[in-house]
T-cell receptor, first 112, second 116 residues
Framework: GQQLNQSPQSMFIQEGEDVSMNCTSS?????WLWYKQDPGEGPVLLIA?????ELTSNGRLTAQFGITRKDSFLNISASIPSDVGIYFC????????????FGEGTQLTVNP | GAVVSQHPSWVICKSGTSVKIECRSL??????MFWYRQFPKQSLMLMAT?????????EQGVEKDKFLINHASLTLSTLTVTSAHPEDSSFYIC????????????FGSGTRLTVV
């Protein structure tokens, strides 16, 4: 199918806790992207990864491009209430040109 | 930088009418634009890819005569839902990519279409 395997589907955490989510595929990817989507809005890019093994941070967010090029993870440290939303991984497959494949999303709930 | 504006943000139309959604890249030239459809609590599903000046490439199962895509300039793409039916009600989102600009894929804010 068109989607990546993203887990977990949902997470309920306390404010201040760290969060980790990941995406895996049987296909090789050239690019991994992580997005956050708020209700009624389009996805907003959090982190872009372009090279196998690359580890990139954006504030409290850290993401890595798996060395096998088939997976990626996103970590959020010291979560805050505004981290609530749906997080999507997306990848550009080696064989699909510029088209992106999306994960199913991780719904994050942060309790104050 | 890398702002994509999508308009309208929501629209309600009657069955049988057509609706046009615009997607503009405001501060960069988008060599490629993508149109997605998203149902509640689901992921984004790619409908079509359009390159400026050429015909759009539609994903399997997407009716090209129903979802007309025009990408006449490097900053504007439009999606027209023709003869809309209630089952076309959904959240439509565009994204734009600029080759070599390192912008990744920037998304518009989406359009909520309701067909009554």
């Amino acid at each position: 199918g068109q989607q990546l395997n993203q887990s977990p589907q949902s997470m309920f955490i306390q404010e201040g806790e760290d969060v980790s989510m990941n995406c895996t595929s049987s296909s090789i990817f050239n690019t991994w992207l992580w997005y956050k989507q708020d209700p009624g809005e389009g996805p907003v890019l959090l982190i872009a990864l372009y090279k196998a093994g690359e580890l990139t941070s954006n504030g409290r967010l850290t993401a890595q491009f798996g060395i096998t090029r088939k997976d990626s993870f996103l970590n959020i440290s010291a979560s805050i209430p505004s981290d609530v939303g749906i997080y999507f991984c997306a990848g550009q497959r080696e064989t699909s040109g510029s088209r992106l494949t999306f994960g199913e999303g991780t719904q994050l709930t942060v309790n104050p | 930088g890398a702002v994509v504006s999508q308009h309208p943000s929501w629209v309600i139309c009657k069955s049988g009418t057509s609706v046009k959604i615009e997607c503009r890249s405001l501060d960069f030239q988008a060599t490629t634009m993508f149109w997605y459809r998203q149902f509640p609590k689901q992921s984004l599903m790619l409908m079509a890819t359009s390159n400026e000046g050429s015909k759009a490439t539609y994903e399997q199962g997407v009716e090209k005569d129903k979802f007309l895509i025009n990408h006449a300039s490097l900053t504007l793409s439009t999606l027209t839902v023709t003869s809309a039916h209630p089952e076309d009600s959904s959240f439509y989102i565009c994204s734009a990519s600029s080759r070599g600009a390192g912008y990744g894929y920037t998304f518009g804010s989406g359009t909520r279409l309701t067909v009554v």
